[in-house]
């Protein structure tokens, strides 16, 4: 299974400590170069958590070869989306794992099968990876990482978790 990550799903999984656990599946997974880019451009934990992911090769760093959908893309998107989407769509990915709602959008009309952070977090749940526990607590430590979701979604996610 190939799976194409963009940054912020990245972002907030090293903060809820979750990224090694996700990526420990046996699937390909991939970023692209702006991805790490950004994630790089300050030093931080979640650069430094990158790293030896990266060094394991657990994330492959991939350039799309589909220039032109990239540039008609990042007419809308930023680099690291529309790098995210080409590649998924070159890859012929099984998921593209974008929490952005317009590239969400955009990557799902172009055929793409979409999930987001809350998506791959229910997924480590329910294979009893990470504890949920009392869902109140997550979703304030989910708004304490700066998480945007509104609770009514977070509640039907987890609704049976």
């Given at each position: ?49 990158l ?53 969400r ?41 700066k ?15």
């Open positions: 299974m190939k799976i194409v990550i963009n940054s912020s799903p990245i972002i907030f999984l090293v903060r809820l400590q979750a990224l090694e656990l996700f990526l420990n599946d046996n699937y390909k997974f991939y970023i692209t170069p702006s991805v790490v880019t950004e994630i790089n451009a300050k030093s931080d934990e979640i650069s430094r958590a790293t030896p992911v990266l060094a394991a090769e657990k994330l492959i760093v991939q350039s799309t070869n589909l220039t032109s959908l990239f540039n008609r893309l990042h007419k809308s998107f930023g680099r690291g989306e529309s790098e995210t989407i080409a590649l998924a769509t070159e890859l012929q990915a099984d998921f593209v794992i974008l929490d952005d709602l317009a590239a959008k955009m990557a799902t009309n172009l055929g793409l099968n979409v999930k987001g952070t809350l998506a791959i977090l229910k997924k480590l749940a329910v294979e009893g990876k990470i504890e949920i526990g009392n869902k109140d607590e997550f979703y304030q430590n989910l708004v304490n990482i998480f945007r979701i509104s609770r009514s979604i977070f509640d039907a996610v987890f609704r049976d978790v």
